[in-house]
């Protein structure tokens, strides 16, 4: 039995499901309707450090995000209610959370919302790895496809920085007969077959040799990649790749050869531990690993696997500002260590924060991959307290702050920004909702036109401050 649902989803319960309509929504039989009813019928929620995660991988991008002490990482809830007088309500909340998870033998697609276009838009930027190859949509699950597309550039991402001190090698014992002397030569042998002396010896040495199990994993996992996406997907890698084609063994892996690659003694040696985590990611590309459903492990615990897409798409704003604003320097999770000499000390990471190279002006904006259609109700309010205690933290040095969403819905710009902080006239720091407009079978073209117009606006901001600089060394000049 299948679920599928996108990320941060009915976080109001706005959408609960009428008994009646589990049979259609799910296209389930009676029998997988009653299962379905006793799924919901105690309250099952996953958060992030809970105990069911245990054998669920959760996947990182690039960096370690920072969380609030307090702060509740929701992954997924199913519940039901049972209203006075009506028909019961079922409902299924997601977090920030896309991936792939197994759960009494349903299996429940988190899906990244947004279509593919932007997932892939994501990830190209991010990595700096630009596929566009429509191969991927001719698969017939397309969650599945936009799971594989995510393993295969974390794989390439963290291949490239495992590879750099060179793939994993370790000292194999050879023996050579040959005229010259190499090593330690076997006297048993000698005594057998060398009296009288022939001019040949045997000697036996040790040579560092690749792991032929790593190689070949390696290897086959970049030629399925290729099969699937074509070869841009490895376009960084090209070095790599022809010596890996050179190294391998001419075999296909079994299981057997993955588990031996994974627990193999050169990848505990700190020079080459990078390719634990590459390995990881092999094994879930050439065995599509959790991909499909096992019916018969229905009572064991929830597994799978999960992708922070929010940290995604802040690092995706943070490559995207970093490219079109040479003049500041863009950085992600910056920490602001408060009341650091009291008992209740904390420390704050804004998503992202821009400061001016010359001048040290703060631009302090927090990404939100949250559903923003330009209603009051889709700015939380925890969200709104947060970007004004950063604001708060940067005084005098801070000229906009904001919150930048994936936006469903085109920018109204009088309503989405404001001149003054709070609103009130009493200074000037602009603050701003904004973001880029994405919808479902959206082209790359009109992404990044999008992304350009998202620019411009805020380009806005920081030509606002570079013209008060002029402005005031001009007052200068004339005094």
């Known amino acids: 039995m299948r679920i599928s649902v996108p990320v941060n989803h009915n976080f109001y319960e706005e959408a609960p499901i009428p008994e009646a309509d589990l049979g259609n929504i799910f296209n389930v039989k009676r029998s997988g309707v009653k299962y379905l009813q006793q799924i919901f019928s105690s309250v099952y929620e996953l958060k992030l450090g809970a105990e069911q995660l245990k054998q669920v991988k959760v996947f990182n991008f690039k960096r370690n995000r920072f969380f609030e002490q307090d702060e509740e ?5 199913l519940y039901s209610k049972e209203k006075e007088g ?11 959370y896309a991936g792939v998870l197994f759960h009494k033998g349903c299996k429940i697609n988190i899906t990244t919302k947004y279509g593919d276009t932007f997932l892939k838009r994501m990830l190209n930027l991010v990595n700096d790895i ?32 495992a590879v750099v ?18 090593g330690s030569i076997d006297f048993n042998d000698y005594l057998k077959r060398d009296i009288p002396f022939q001019g040949k010896l045997t000697t036996t040495f040790r040579e560092r040799m690749y792991v ?7 290897y086959l ?22 010596q890996l084609k ?34 990881e990611y ?12 096992n019916n018969e492990r229905q009572d064991i615990a929830t597994t799978g696997y999960l992708f922070d897409i929010a940290e995604l798409y802040e690092l995706y704003l943070e490559k995207l500002l970093n490219r079109n604003f040479p003049e500041w320097f863009v950085s992600g999770q910056v920490e602001i260590p408060i009341y650091q000499k009291q008992f209740y000390r904390r420390s704050m990471f804004p998503d992202l924060i821009m400061t001016h190279k010359t001048s040290g002006k703060i631009i302090a904006l927090d990404a939100k991959f949250k559903k923003m259609e330009m209603q009051s109700k889709d700015i939380d309010r925890a969200d709104l307290h947060q970007i004004h205690s950063y604001s708060g933290y940067y005084q005098d040095d801070l000229i906009a702050s904001g919150l930048i969403y994936p936006l469903s819905k085109k920018i109204d710009f009088e309503y989405s920004h404001t001149e003054t902080l709070y609103g009130d006239n009493n200074n000037e720091v602009h603050f701003v909702v904004d973001g880029v407009f994405v919808f479902e079978n959206q082209t790359m073209g009109e992404l990044i036109e999008n992304e350009n117009e998202f620019i411009k606006r805020i380009s806005h901001l920081t030509n606002r401050h570079v013209n008060h600089n002029l402005q005031q060394q001009f007052c200068v000049r004339r005094g």
């Open 212 to 218: 032929q199990e790593i190689v070949d994993v390696l």
């Open 165 to 182: 001190l060179g793939l994993p090698q370790q000292y194999q014992k050879h023996q050579e007969r040959s005229h010259k002397v190499r």
């Open 130 to 161: 630009y596929v566009d190859n429509e191969q991927i949509n001719a698969k017939k699950d397309e969650t599945e496809n936009q799971f594989l597309f995510i393993i295969a550039h974390l794989f390439i991402q963290s291949l490239e920085k």
């Open 282 to 293: 092999a094994e879930i590309i050439l065995l599509n690993k959790d991909l499909m459903l």
């Open 86 to 96: 009506k028909e019961k309500e079922y409902f299924i909340q997601t977090g920030l």
């Open 246 to 279: 050179q190294q391998y063994s001419g075999r296909f892996v079994s299981y057997e050869t993955i588990r031996k690659a994974k627990t193999h003694q050169t990848i505990y040696n700190p020079m080459y531990r990078g390719f634990k985590k590459v390995l």
């Open 73 to 77: 990482r929701l992954i997924l809830k």
């Open 221 to 242: 996992a970049l030629r399925k990649l290729e099969n699937v996406f074509g070869k841009e997907i490895h376009s960084r890698l090209l070095g790599l790749n022809q």
